[in-house]
């Protein structure tokens, strides 16, 4: 399972998604009309933030104090994971396909770094 392909962990979500969507609404996603859609993404983009919030929670953050705790890693992944959750769930419900996904994912990238490379070049 550590080698996951983009496609298999979008599938293992799309499929939980599913059964919260038939257990909620007593329908597919799918089925759903633009304005469900549109509220379910609100309510998954919620829960995304509080998911953010808990794993900025496992981190040492106030730069002032001397006594940060020690990073628990296990918990700290697990929050992680449960942004990454979240994050398919919204895109899921707003109709994205992982093919959309992954070509506006390596668009974005390109473009991030083109504008690193420029950035970089003014600056020498």
Not at 13 to 32: A, D, I, P, R, T
Not at 107 to 121: I, L, N, Y
Request: charge should be negative.
């Amino acid at each position: 399972m550590a080698d996951m392909t983009v496609r298999e962990m979008w599938n293992m979500q799309l499929q939980f998604s599913e059964m919260v969507c038939q257990k909620l609404h007593g329908k597919s996603m799918h089925e759903l009309t633009d304005k469900e859609r549109i509220s379910e993404a609100k309510e998954y983009a919620f829960s995304l933030l509080v998911e953010i919030g808990e794993t900025f929670g496992t981190l040492p953050w106030k730069r002032h104090r001397s006594d940060q705790p020690v990073v628990n890693r296990e918990k700290m992944i697990s929050e992680l994971i449960d942004v990454q959750k979240y994050l398919l769930e919204v895109m899921q419900f707003l109709n994205l396909s992982v093919e959309e996904f992954c070509v506006a994912f390596e668009g974005k990238s390109v473009t991030v770094m083109a504008r690193w490379e420029a950035e970089k070049a003014r600056l020498v």
